[in-house]
């Protein structure tokens, strides 16, 4: 018995140790193969050029780059302005950054500033004993100071921290200085929490004294290879750092010098740059490690001319030729400054911290060039450009027409059906600037000339066909919201370049449903059914009808593969369900109110924990992300932000004329005569209902949306116009 309760007790204890021993061999295993097989991640600084400079010469290097891996379009937009350091530090942070005036200096260790060694300042200012050799940025207090004041948490050199917690070295290498001025962003990269990057060489020993460059200073690019060289580890994962400076120096060099040296200096500079990638893709091996080019900020030319997306190239592992992409923007070719920290990150097997809000990039196979990505910029950049000189005049025709309606009607009410064609065209706008995607040109003149033309033959038709104004409010609202259903059902490609939708150089949303045509498409869809309801005088069947499309209408808006809208679906659950109950008869109470936000909760749940991580990655799988590893106090943080933006965009916007007009001219046409409106909405039930729920669409847009004050004006256009149409036809 002993004996048998002896071996039971050996074969438990060899039982134990052999499960203890695996993590040992497993680490054991994993340390030895990172010392077999180590990898390095190259990061190429080539500041302050634009696609069109690549595109114009012969540089071999880079356009091999871009034949073997992926290329694309970064937009830099960082968290307040546009100023190249805080380009810098975006990338370098994973979300976006700023950087305070003057800003972001570093210095090398045994440097002397203002008479002492930085080493020395730096251990006064943080308390840490810097590493001989390292590179300090001086201002990290002020750095982190700056940010805490924005609405959203950031942390400076989170990229850099979290490779220094995971042993990975960080390299700099390179700068940018003259002599008059020291330009060192690219430590904002790679530094950690605390402003230091481990080690690196920058200064006078990796540039020459040459006559022929700007400033008289270009960089040794024989000194910096071999520096590259000496830092490419043999034996352990590290991220290497490259400043080339040379691209910077001459485009900052412009101003002094005759136009013909000016672009002498910077082919020059690109040249070089060209001939450097191709060394160092000699002295990498793609199959393991990874080579990235960025460019932080654009060249001073294209900064005016509001040129914003720069070139970005990356080559490595597992990377097909072709063009970049992310879940940041789901759109080939495009990517942001805020993927390239993850994507570090992810190439060396590390978990990206859930404070970085891009995603990492990879290559969707194209047989494109450059010349691809030359026409898409120009295309975007003529979008950005032209989006004022368009969307200002609606908004204006919004409001003059509607003032002009309103004189019209206490002085001369016999000239109100003048107005009704004006009327109807505003009506049409949202949608003709849809289906101008089709035809949009980057001359500002021919996009005039086919939204004029489009808005004629549109209320020409509309004239024509629907002499009634039910029939006409209905066509014209649900042609409009199944175009955009339409659209929203293939992926957005004409919100996506429509004038009226978003663009990839504002940054605020690159896929999805955008809030201007969030508020087109509820108000639309809301008004246009509730139409076709008074006008065919509704059944059950039509109830059921209506209530399915609804349904599909808010799926489209919710899913992150579709809308990706949270404000939206908050926005759309208020104005369906509203406009559903009272269509039926039923008295709004605090009960009911009650019940529909218990249901709107259980969506967002729905949304949030089962919906979105089956979907692709979205802001709201980011969100998801946030309130599991930082609890739900992150949302009153999104909350206030949102409350923020909007109180700023209120000031600001055009669209705030626009909302505020539609609500005067809703008021006095309530008020004088009092009985006219209630007349209207008496002939008009379900056209009531529809109003009162897009109404309270309007009011959750503006709480839930973090431009929520678009949404609700470009609902109100759908609420104020058609009353003015039914105004018409009572005051015949």
């Not at 054991?28 to 050029?49: F, H, M, R, V, W």
């Not at 936000?597 to 692709?616: D, W």
């Not at 609902?715 to 018409?728: E, K, R, W, Y």
Request: positive net charge; proline residues 4%.
């Amino acid at each position: 018995m002993d004996f048998i309760r002896l071996k039971r007790e050996i074969l438990l204890i060899v039982f134990i140790l052999m499960l203890s021993a695996i993590p040992l061999q497993t680490q054991a295993a994993e340390t030895y193969e990172k010392k077999e097989n180590p990898k390095s991640a190259i990061l190429i600084i080539l500041d302050q050029i634009n696609i069109e400079d690549l595109s114009g010469g012969e540089y071999p290097n880079i356009k091999k780059l871009a034949q073997i891996g992926a290329k694309g379009l970064m937009n830099i937009r960082t968290a307040v302005r546009y100023e190249p350091a805080n380009g810098y530090l975006t990338i370098g942070t994973g979300t976006r950054a700023v950087v305070p005036n003057n800003g972001g200096k570093a210095y090398s260790f045994s440097e002397s500033v203002e008479g002492e060694k930085a080493g020395l300042i730096y251990e006064n200012i943080t308390g840490v004993k810097p590493s001989n050799g390292s590179i300090l940025v001086l201002d990290i207090p002020s750095i982190i100071a700056e940010n805490k004041k924005q609405d959203y948490e950031i942390i400076p050199g989170l990229l850099g921290e979290t490779l220094k917690r995971n042993n990975i070295n960080v390299t700099l290498l390179g700068d940018a200085d003259t002599p008059k001025e020291k330009r060192r962003f690219a430590a904002l990269i790679g530094m950690d929490s605390l402003g230091m990057v481990n080690r690196g060489e920058i200064g006078q020993a990796l540039t020459i004294r040459d006559m022929e460059s700007p400033y008289l200073v270009k960089t040794d690019y024989h000194k910096l290879l071999e520096a590259f060289i000496k830092y490419k580890s043999p034996s352990q994962d590290g991220l290497l750092i490259i400043q080339l400076g040379d691209t910077l120096r001459a485009d900052n060099y412009q101003s002094f010098v005759l136009a013909e040296r000016k672009e002498s200096f910077r082919r020059r500079a690109l040249t070089e740059a060209d001939s450097f990638i191709g060394l160092v893709l000699k002295e990498i091996d793609l199959s393991k490690d990874l080579l990235l080019v960025v460019t932080p900020y654009p060249s001073q030319a294209g900064y005016s001319e509001k040129n914003l997306l720069t070139p970005f190239f990356m080559a490595g592992p597992g990377l097909n030729p072709g063009l970049a992409f992310s879940s940041t923007t789901r759109r080939e070719g495009i990517i942001a400054n805020i993927d390239v920290a993850p994507t570090i990150l992810t190439f060396f097997g590390v978990k990206v911290p859930e404070l970085m809000i891009g995603y990492p990039i990879i290559s969707k196979v194209s047989l494109e060039g450059l010349q691809k990505l030359t026409a898409m910029n120009q295309q975007i950049q003529s979008t950005f450009v032209q989006r004022a000189y368009l969307i200002k005049p609606f908004v204006a025709l919004q409001i003059i027409v509607s003032l002009v309606f309103l004189l019209m009607f206490f002085f001369r009410k016999q000239w109100l059906k003048i107005m009704r064609p004006f009327i109807l065209a505003s009506l049409a706008v949202p949608f003709i600037l849809l289906i101008l995607s089709l035809f949009s040109s980057n001359s500002l003149l021919a996009n005039y000339f086919w939204l004029i033309l489009f808005m004629i033959i549109f209320t020409v038709l509309i004239t024509v066909i629907f002499r009634d104004t039910l029939s006409a409010i209905a066509f014209i609202t649900l042609i409009t919201a199944l175009a955009i259903l339409i659209d929203l059902f293939q992926g957005a490609p004409l919100m996506k370049v429509s004038f009226l939708g978003y663009d990839s150089i504002g940054g605020s949303r690159y896929y999805g449903l955008g809030n201007e045509y969030m508020g087109v498409l509820i108000s639309t869809l809301t008004i246009g059914l509730m139409a076709i309801l008074d006008k065919y005088k509704a059944g059950k069947r039509e109830y059921l009808l209506v209530t399915l499309i609804f349904l599909a209408a808010f799926y489209l808006i919710l899913s992150p593969d579709y809308g990706s809208n949270v404000g939206g679906t908050i926005s759309a659950f208020g104005a369906f369900t509203i406009t559903l109950l009272l269509a039926l008869g039923v008295k709004v109470g605090w009960r009911h109110l009650l019940f529909i936000t218990s249901g709107l909760f259980l969506a967002l749940l729905v949304l949030f924990f089962i919906i979105s991580p089956k979907a692709s990655p979205s802001h709201i799988s980011k969100t998801v992300e946030l309130i599991q590893t930082r609890g739900w106090q992150s949302l009153a943080l999104i909350f206030g932000r949102k409350l923020a933006m909007n109180y700023k965009l209120l000031k600001y916007t055009v669209w705030t004329r626009a909302l505020l007009t539609s609500i005067v001219v809703l008021v006095a046409l309530l008020y004088k005569p009092p009985y006219l409106i209630k007349t209207i909405f008496k002939k008009n039930r379900f056209l009531y209902n529809g109003f009162i729920g897009t109404g309270v669409g309007c009011i959750l847009a503006l709480f839930f949306n973090d431009s929520g004050i678009v949404a609700a004006a470009t609902m109100m256009i759908f609420i104020a116009l058609p009353v003015l149409l039914l105004v018409i036809d009572e005051s015949e």
